[in-house]
């Protein structure tokens, strides 16, 4: 890069040295040697070149564009350099400069700069619009912008328009060479190079070889590296000579010199030697003497004069390309002196210098840097932003003028301002400044520019400083953009432009150039007039231009365009200075399109003399303008000035010739009106039509038609004007009348229709007699089914039928009338009208119900007989009956109408309503509206505040205009205000004429349409004129579709003679007598306005104007094709518009005849298809839909090609919701319930079960008679106006009472679901069950959000092009309404139904979403799944459970189904990469490559490490909150774990065997979760219920809070992860062994209690405290079992939950016996405690104490448990966990609380007891001894049980208030296992009457003392149990009594 830079530098450097030696006079003469070398240096390299490149050609290559910017004023001498240089110029073997070319020339204007591009390059479109173009834009580029663009960009290469030119070398002449020395300065900034760039420029000048030939003229000679100034240095600045080159002797003395005293040559200074000289060849110096008084003189030989030249070059490196080594690698070039090689004997270049570094990376757009050793002046910096100090070295922007940094000299630095001191005199300069001075025109005054030059004239100029002065100041131009070419500049007297000024712009002046148009060119501005400011006259020449255009290639309005553009120049157009164009006339035309071949007209002003007419081929009239072919000579048109008259040649002449023409058209290709259309396109035609010059089509006659259409298979008909001849007819079947004009069948000899002037009236063969047969023919249309219109287009289609209709031979239709018409929809139910011209007899209205005045013409229901109204002529007046006087009853109506409401012409609206109402108007037999007159009308638009008007044919009377503001003339018919006492316009008959104010005299003209008429009277005066009324205008307009053409303006046009002829026949039919006053025709197609004056004493009512109009425009439409289009819209039988409604939309071109037609149907521009309907101009809309909203339009095609056009915007509306209250009760048989039904917009009604209509919207409902208990009645709220419903459903019942009542669900019995309505813009129900307990529970919210339901619906009907709209739509609703929606189950189902219809739709359609579909698809689907949605996914993956079987799951998964459509969302999303990131869902599609991996969202990790080498896609879909929809349930069932990871969703296009996925852990606690699990989700599992499974799916590693996973295929993957703590076979060994324990524990105590119980019944306390440990023991004992018979169940790999809600049951049922019985036996202390005396209780009854709260207590706490829970399958935990539900239910509580609670009263109890016994004395008996000890023991027992299961069941609290803390799962496990052996301990072995019970032998009534064999006799349990007391002594657990009795007594009190 560095080093092609240099080379292109080092050519730009050349470049350089050209244009300064052109723009010096003296360097002129030796250009053309110097390039003339160059091109020979060139030629001979470009040689060797090509012969390299036969033998090896370089592929490899690279190309670089420099650009230069050279500041230069002779153009054309530049380009003519560059076009004689012959390319490529070879630098060196591996460089070489291909081509230069000017791109680009920016020159100065008045606004700043205009840069062009050369040719063959072009600005770049977004330049041109930037900056503003200056000529056309053409293929997204111009060739000229308005300013310099930013960048340094410059005009690029326009390929398009590229064209290749070879340059031909000019011949070689032997012309001498001069050497012109260059002298290349190079300012390179040391700290951007190497300190080795001297030493670098060296070696590279070594390096190249001289010459080097840069053209055949020019080359490089030598190229010496002479100076070298560096900064580094103590000084400053030091230069140093290269070696053989030195400075003049007196340079070092007037310098400060470092060189060395032993060097003889001044080689070495301190800072920049004076004038920058530099060094030069020794030889040209002498050696420097040892300084002497003498100065020694040397003699040397002059050399020739060498010239310096110092240049210039700026260099524009393009940002983006600029590397940051970039500007150092330049510098070390400099620096090596790459540029010193001369270039000719007579030019080198000296010194190249980096100077000025601009950057445009700083905060001022641009930071300039001067290299070390430059700076700018002082000023400079005064005059920018600086970023220097003392020496002004670098400031921010581009320095002024493009001045450049200059060597630092010993006064660079910038002094403080020095003290104030009076300078010595210096030199004065005069310097001419030329300020230009912008005024903005709109503050400009009139004598602005006056006041200006007497300030400047009277101004006494003061000075500026002490060394600056303005001598003078003198205005020399103004230019003012006040004229039309822009701007016109003109010289103040005294000045003037130099004469190529004036030729180069448009010239306003004269002999000298003052004056120019335009701004002038590089900013010159008038100078002093000299001798020689006269100005050269012009001489006009006239030139010929002919342009030959290929038709095929240019559009048919080339000419127009032509004309047009020729019209916008602006002349004169400079060409160069002495030449331009002063006019450019189009004046000849001549187009092929014609039949002579050419045709040539003169354009207008222009004609050829008349000979040339004479002897061509003439198309014109009397000017010679037009000819066939080519005029003579080529001669083109002159002015018309020049030409005359032509005198037309006579014309030879004619013979007129017939010829017949017979087209056959098959019936089947062509319209039904092709002869219709046959006719008109004849009319249009304008004859004669020439075919060359001797013949021509004169007329043509359309004669003859035979169409197939006809029931005799041919039926010939002649035109209008011809006919047969009479024999034609006579010998063929005819179907006319007289004239022979109708045949069936071809007539004879294939004759055709003659002129009726040729032909006789025939004289008819007489016909056989006809008779008459009158037919009737009745009609039933059922009204559902019809329009109600029907009857209106029954007679409208019988009038345009045509009669007789031949049906045979002998047989037809003569008439056929349309005589009555019976309509159902009248109050009486029926009501015949008779047609117009048709009655009953008048009896048959006696006879009936009239509804008729005089003649018997309507009747109520149908007539006697079934009798047809008969025509009146039949029928006489009916003599009415006398009916009562009536009585004429004025009535004022005043209607206030809100403007802002309606429309403006709400009141032209409301007279022609009045207008179309028939009076009189019955509203009662006595009493009717006789008429009704719009009289006064007040309209506040007015500038007055209100202005009222009366009515035609109304005014107030004069007075009230004389007291008020009047607006009016003569009468009093207009008021500003309201009238005095608020009084309406009267009748005019009422009012007179109003005297007018006395007006100026004023001269009086006839009037048109005035006849007067002399009336005799005995007087002699002089008969006074009657005048006709005044006429009254009416406008008309309509537009033809059909070219304008100004000749129908003409009277005599058939345009305007068809036109007039209808307006006035059609005006003069339905207006009477009128007159066409105005008829014109204006462009626009053709536009016809007519005005009719219409004579009339009465204004004409608008509806006759319309139809006046109507008949008009049918007339017209007929012969010519005439556009309308109606100002009404179409109508719709059906307004407003619901989805779902089934609609006619019906085009109504009421007034106009139109015959044959075809029909058009559109919808938003796009055709419908035809549909076969009963009304020709309506088309059925079926189910109308959302999809179906546009406008719509119907086009109908008529006449002459003629046009009606109909319009309307459809909208449909979502159908409004029913509200009905209740929908589900109960109602007892002896009450009632009110009913009510309602809707917005429309209306509704009740319908009873039977079917029957109520008429009501409320109605209170009584049960039947006789009602049954359990019978259903059905009630349906109906839309009057749609087919809409909704049911109430009423259950009968027999019951007093209701179990349940509530607002929401109404009156229920158990069991019954109750229904509820919705909220506000929900749709569907809520249900609820009835309980036992006389509540609702199972609460079911079904309420979808309106606006999702709408989606819904609108989901089912999708097609390929309202898919987009539709997920646009749904995106827009789910983001408006999203908290509703998540909140919702309901609506989230809807959501997912949604999805399903969407996947659905697009995969039977085979349709692919875009990407914003498929965008909207994600975010609507991804806002589902945020966290605050948790709970209501948590809701419904609850209830897909909770239906099951005995060994099922049967329930759908809305969770599965969800996660199933993103399954199938790969398939249609196209087969491009895609790539979607939304705030929930990342979708990714890309290639499958082998290897495949990636990274998702930072949080997954996708490995696939062999995809198989196919091309395939794969699409992977992350989900960020999925965790919040799919539950944690899998194979196992567990309800523990939870998802902790992403889900990520791989759909590859291939086969997957081996995946690797990572998934940094969502919520990650170390201490709570733990045991992740591999998984993918299997729709699959639990029947289609699905969970997560881990097959094929293996764990690789967890760590760091990450997992990874390794699978074998591909589906929607996560990982699984344990909130609570995880299983450890700790807790297992313990919970299992202490279980044991117990059990065996448990029953050993009961074994004793079996042992010892006969022996304990003979005291109630202990039998009765042993009954409560039997129990207690045994409670416990059952209790285990099914615990261990519950976990068996839960860990089963087949659930079975009827089984595991008996385990819970009987574990919660056996656990809280255990309770209650310890209860019992605390209750048994306390009374035993409490009660002193004996009595009181009896053993049965506390038996029966103890067993009902030991047993019946549990009983009734565990059935109303299960009974509240069950049913909503929330009994038992989730998943089939065998123990109270807590999470759903709270179950639990009904262990736990009654569990607590009995620990608590224990304790209460103990406290009172043990207060009791410490209290009482000691003493008593012996039973009261037995008795204490008793008591004492079940204290004993329950201080400790009680305490111990207290903190059992306490620990079993906080497992589930921490279940993940393993130290309370140990604690309780630990403590639950010894339940029952604390039972075995505290309960039976530490009481010492049981050991005393097992160890006492048998005993008999003889002896007193023990028995020696009582060991013996003794049990063997008992001896082990003796044996393993130690030291019992004589504590032995019994006492022997003195006596017997007492024995027996008390032995076993235990």
């Not at 599965?1456 to 705030?1479: C, K, M």
């Not at 039973?1823 to 004492?1832: C, D, F, N, R, S």
């Not at 005393?1892 to 007193?1904: C, D, E, F, K, V």
Request: charged share 15%; hydrophobic share 35%.
């Amino acid at each position: 890069m560095r080093m092609a830079l240099l080379k292109a530098l080092r050519f730009g450097v050349l470049m350089l040295v050209i244009c300064f030696t052109l723009d010096q006079p003296g360097f002129r003469q030796s250009v053309s040697v110097f390039f003339q070398d160059l091109r020979d240096a060139t030629s001979s390299i470009l040689h060797a070149r090509e012969k390299r490149g036969a033998s090896s050609a370089l592929s490899n290559f690279t190309e670089h564009d420099l650009q230069f910017v050279i500041t230069f004023s002779d153009l054309e001498s530049l380009q003519r350099i560059l076009g004689n240089i012959s390319f490529p110029i070879a630098i060196n073997n591996t460089v070489e400069i291909n081509s230069i070319e000017t791109t680009t020339v920016c020159s100065p204007n008045i606004t700043g700069y205009q840069c062009i591009c050369e040719e063959n390059f072009a600005w770049s479109y977004n330049n041109c619009i930037t900056y503003g173009v200056c000529d056309a834009i053409i293929g997204d580029t111009c060739g000229c912008i308005n300013d310099l663009p930013a960048g340094d960009q410059f005009c690029q290469s326009n390929s398009s328009q590229t064209v290749t030119t070879t340059a031909t070398p000019s011949s070689t002449q032997a012309i001498d060479l001069v050497d012109i020395d260059v002298d290349i300065v190079l300012f390179i900034p040391t700290s951007r190079v190497s300190s080795s760039i001297f030493s670098y420029i060296r070696s590279y000048l070594q390096s190249i070889t001289f010459p080097i030939p840069i053209s055949q003229s020019l080359g490089v000679k030598e190229l010496h590296f002479t100076t070298a100034c560096d900064p580094n240095s103590a000084n400053g600045l030091q230069c140093l000579c290269e070696i053989g080159f030195a400075w003049p002797c007196d340079t070092c003395n007037s310098s400060n010199s470092c060189n060395d005293p032993s060097n003889p040559f001044c080689t070495c200074l301190n800072g920049l030697p004076s004038n920058n000289d530099y060094c030069q060849l020794i030889t040209n110096s002498s050696v420097c003497p040892t300084p002497s008084p003498t100065p020694v003189t040397t003699v040397s030989t002059t050399p020739p004069p060498i010239y310096e030249i110092d240049l210039v070059l700026e260099v524009h490196i393009p940002f983006s390309s600029y590397q940051s080594d970039t500007l150092n690698g330049f510098r070390e070039s400099l620096n090596n002196k790459t540029f010193l090689t001369p270039f000719s004997k007579s030019l080198n270049i000296t010194e190249l210098f980096l100077t000025t570094v601009c950057d445009p990376n700083s905060t001022y757009g641009y930071q300039c840097v001067c290299e070390s050793g430059f700076a700018w002046p002082c000023d400079m910096c005064s005059s920018n932003s600086s970023c220097s100090s003392q020496i002004c070295t670098c400031i921010y922007g581009l320095p002024s003028s493009n001045e450049f940094c200059e060597p630092i000299t010993g006064n660079a630095t910038c002094p403080t301002p020095p003290p104030v001191t009076t300078p010595p005199p210096l030199p004065t300069y005069e310097i001419d400044l030329v300020l230009d001075v912008h005024i903005p025109v709109n503050s400009l005054q009139e004598n602005t520019l006056d006041t200006f030059r007497r300030n400047l004239l009277n101004k006494t100029i003061p000075g500026v400083q002490q060394a600056f002065t303005v001598l003078q100041i003198t205005l020399t131009t103004v230019c003012d953009p006040n004229s039309t070419y822009g701007y016109q500049c003109v010289c103040e007297s005294g000045f003037a432009w130099p004469c190529d000024m004036c030729s180069s712009n448009s010239s306003c002046s004269s002999q000298i150039c003052t004056c120019i148009y335009g701004l002038p060119s590089n900013n010159e501005f008038c100078e002093p007039i000299t001798d020689n400011s006269i100005c050269p006259t012009s001489v006009d020449i006239d030139v010929d231009f002919a342009v030959f255009i290929p038709t095929s290639i240019v559009s048919s309005s080339i000419f127009s365009y032509i004309r047009s553009y020729l019209q916008s120049l602006t002349f004169p157009i400079p060409i160069f200075q002495s030449v331009e164009l002063k006019e450019l006339h189009f004046t000849t035309a001549c187009d092929p399109n014609s039949a002579n071949g050419l045709q040539c007209q003169c354009e207008s002003g222009f004609a050829w003399p008349c000979d040339t007419c004479n002897s061509s081929n003439s198309c014109n009239d009397q000017t010679c303008t037009c000819l066939y072919g080519l005029p003579p000579n080529n001669e083109f048109c002159q002015p018309v000035s020049n030409a005359t008259i032509c005198k037309p040649t006579p014309a030879p002449p004619t013979v007129d010739i017939d010829v017949d023409i017979v087209v056959f058209i098959p019936t089947s290709r062509v319209s039904s009106n092709i002869i219709s259309y046959f006719r008109s396109y004849l009319h249009s035609i304008t004859f004669p039509i020439p075919i060359s010059q001797s013949l021509g089509v004169k007329e043509l006659h359309f004669t003859t038609a035979c169409d197939p259409n006809s029931a005799n298979g041919l039926q010939c008909q002649c035109e209008s004007g011809f006919a047969w001849p009479c024999d034609t007819c006579n010998s063929s079947n005819s179907c006319n009348d007289q004239t022979c004009t109708c045949l069936y069948g071809l007539p004879p000899n294939n004759e055709f229709c003659q002129p009726v002037s040729n032909a006789t009236i025939c004289k008819p063969t007489p016909a056989p007699p006809t008779v008459d047969i009158d037919v009737d023919i009745v009609v039933f249309i059922p009204t559902s089914r019809v329009s109600s219109n029907i009857i209106s287009y029954f007679r409208s289609y019988l009038h345009s039928i045509t009669f007789p209709i031949p049906i045979s031979q002998s047989l037809g239709v003569k008439e056929l009338h349309f005589t009555t018409a019976c309509d159902p929809n009248s109050a009486n139910g029926l009501q015949c009208q008779c047609e117009s011209g048709f009655a009953w007899p008048c009896d048959t209205c006696n006879s009936s119900n009239s509804c008729n005045d005089q003649t018997c013409t309507c009747l109520y229901g149908l007539p006697p007989n079934n009798e047809f109204c008969q025509p009146v002529s039949n029928a006489t007046i009916c003599k009415p009956t006398p009916a009562p006087p009536t009585v004429d009853i004025d009535v004022d109506i005043v209607v206030f109408i809100p403007t802002s409401r309606v429309s403006s012409n709400i009141i032209s609206y409301f007279r022609s309503y009045l207008h179309s109402i028939t009076f009189p108007i019955p509203i009662s037999q006595s009493l009717g509206v006789k008429e009704l007159h719009f009289t006064t009308a007040c309209d506040p638009n007015s500038a007055n505040g209100l202005q009222c008007q009366c009515e035609s044919g109304f005014a107030w009377p004069c007075d009230t205009c004389n007291s008020s503001n009047s607006c009016n003339n003569q009468t009093c018919t207009c008021l500003y205000g309201l009238p005095p006492n608020n009084e309406f316009c009267q009748p005019v008959s009422n009012a007179t004429i109003c005297k007018p104010t006395p007006a100026p005299p004023t001269a009086t003209t006839s009037l048109p349409f005035i006849t007067s008429t002399p009336v005799a009277t005995s007087s002699p005066t002089t008969a006074t004129p009657v005048a006709t009324p005044s006429p009254k205008n009416v406008l008309g307009t309509f537009t033809m579709d059909m070219p304008f053409s100004e000749s129908f303006n003409e009277k005599n046009n058939v345009v305007y003679q068809t036109v007039y002829n209808a307006t006035l026949n059609k005006c003069t039919i339905v207006l009477a007598k009128c007159a066409v006053k105005n008829l014109n025709f204006k462009a626009g197609s053709t536009i016809a306005n007519y005005e009719l004056n219409v004579f009339s004493s009465e204004t004409p009512t608008e509806i006759k104007v319309q139809i006046t109009k109507n008949e008009i425009l049918s007339e017209v439409a007929s012969k010519y094709p005439v556009s309308i289009v109606s100002s009404s819209p179409l109508s719709v039988d059906k307004d407003p518009l619901y989805a779902g409604d089934t609609i006619n939309v019906t085009c109504d071109p009421s007034g106009l005849t139109i015959g044959n037609y075809e029909i058009l149907w559109t919808r938003e521009g796009g055709e419908l298809p035809k549909q076969s309907t009963f009304d020709k101009y309506s088309i059925l809309i079926r189910e109308f839909s959302k999809y179906d909203d546009g406008m719509y339009g119907c086009k109908i095609t008529f006449g002459a090609g003629s046009t009606f056009t109909q319009t309307r915007q459809l909208t449909s509306r979502a159908l409004p919701l029913i509200t009905v209250s209740p929908i589900k009760d109960r109602v007892r048989c002896s009450g009632t319930r009110l009913l009510t039904c309602q809707v917005d917009e429309l209306k509704v009604t009740l319908f009873d079960p039977n079917g029957r209509d109520l008429g009501v919207t409320s109605y209170t409902f009584t049960p039947p008679t006789p009602c049954a208990d359990g019978d259903v009645r059905t009630y349906k709220c109906k839309l009057t106006e749609r087919d809409s419903a909704k049911e109430i459903t009423l259950v009968l019942t027999t019951s007093v009472n209701f179990d349940c009542t509530s607002d929401i669900y109404g009156n229920a019995m158990i069991g019954d679901t109750g229904i509820g309505k919705c909220d506000t813009n929900y749709v569907g129900e809520k249900t609820a069950v009835c309980m036992a307990g006389g509540n609702y529970g199972d609460e079911q919210n079904n309420c979808v959000l309106q606006v999702i339901v709408d989606l819904l619906d609108r989901s089912k009907n999708l097609n390929t092009l309202t898919i987009p709209v539709f997920l646009e739509d749904l995106k827009n609703a789910t983001v408006r309404n999203n908290d509703l929606i998540i909140k919702s189950p309901a609506t989230i189902i809807a959501m997912i139904k949604i999805f399903e219809n969407v996947a659905n739709t697009t995969s039977s359609l085979n349709v692919n979403l875009g990407k914003n579909s498929t965008r909207n698809f994600l975010e609507s689907a991804g806002l589902l799944t945020i966290d605050n949605a948790r709970g209501s996914w948590t809701f419904l993956n609850y209830n897909d459970t909770k239906n099951t079987t005995e060994d099922k799951l049967s329930r759908s998964s809305s969770s599965s189904a969800f996660l199933n459509v993103f399954e199938n969302l790969p398939s249609f999303i196209g087969n491009d990469s895609l790539d979607i990131n939304t705030d929930f869902i990342l979708l990714n599609k890309t290639r499958l490559t082998d290897p495949f991996n990636s990274v998702y969202n930072s949080s997954v990790d996708i490995e696939i490490p062999q995809a198989g080498g196919e091309e395939k896609f794969i699409t992977i879909i992350i989900f960020a909150s999925m965790y919040n929809v799919l539950p944690g349930r899998d194979q196992l069932n567990t309800s523990t774990n939870r998802v902790h990871g992403r889900v990520a969703l791989v759909r590859p296009e291939v086969e997957i065997s081996n995946i690797s996925l990572t998934f940094d852990v969502i919520n990650y606690t170390n201490d709570t979760i733990g045991n992740p699990k591999c998984v993918f989700w299997d729709f699959s599992l639990y029947d289609g219920l699905g969970g997560w499974s881990d097959n094929g799916c293996s764990l690789v590693y967890f760590e760091n809070e990450t997992v990874s996973c390794n699978c074998n295929h591909t589906t929607s993957f996560s990982i699984l992860m344990s909130p609570d703590s995880p299983r450890s076979l700790i807790l297992d060994y313990i919970t299992y062994i202490g279980v044991g324990i117990s059990m065996a524990c448990l029953v050993i105590c009961l074994i004793i209690e079996a042992i010892i119980w006969r022996k304990i019944n003979k005291n109630a306390t202990s039998y009765l405290r042993h009954v409560s440990i039997v129990n207690i023991a045994l409670s416990l004992l059952i209790a285990n079992i099914w615990f261990i018979i519950g976990a068996a169940i839960s860990d089963a790999d087949q659930k079975n939950p009827p089984a595991c809600t008996a385990a819970t049951f009987f574990i919660h049922f056996f656990y809280l016996a255990l309770f209650f019985w310890m209860l019992a036996s605390a209750l048994l202390l306390l009374y035993r405690t409490l009660s002193v005396f004996d009595g009181g209780l009896s053993k049965l009854t506390m038996l029966i104490i103890g067993f009902s709260l030991g047993y019946g207590a549990p009983l009734i706490i565990v059935t109303i448990t299960i009974a509240a829970t069950a049913p909503s399958n929330e009994y038992i935990r989730e998943n089939v966990i065998c123990w109270l539900n807590w999470y759903e239910s709270k179950a639990l509580l009904a262990f736990v609380v009654p569990a607590l609670l009995i620990v608590v009263i224990n304790f209460v109890i103990l406290i009172v007891v043990l207060y009791k016994i410490l209290r009482r004395r000691v003493g008593g008996n012996a039973a009261q001894t037995g008795e204490k000890h008793v008591l004492y023991v079940i204290a004993r027992s329950l201080a400790v049980l009680t305490p111990f299961f207290g903190l059992t069941w306490g620990l079993g609290v906080g497992v589930m208030v921490s279940p993940q803390n393993f130290g309370i799962n140990v604690a309780f496990a630990f403590f639950n296992s010894l339940q029952g052996f604390f039972i075995l301990v505290f309960g039976t072995l530490l009481d010492k009457k049981v050991w005393s019970a097992m160890n006492i032998p048998s005993l008999t009534s003889q002896g007193r003392t023990q028995s020696t064999s009582a060991g013996t006799s003794s049990s063997g349990l008992s001896n082990l149990f003796r044996k393993i007391r130690i030291n019992r002594g004589s504590r032995s657990g019994y006492h022997m009594s003195s006596t017997g009795q007492s024995a027996s007594n008390d032995s076993f009190n235990t």
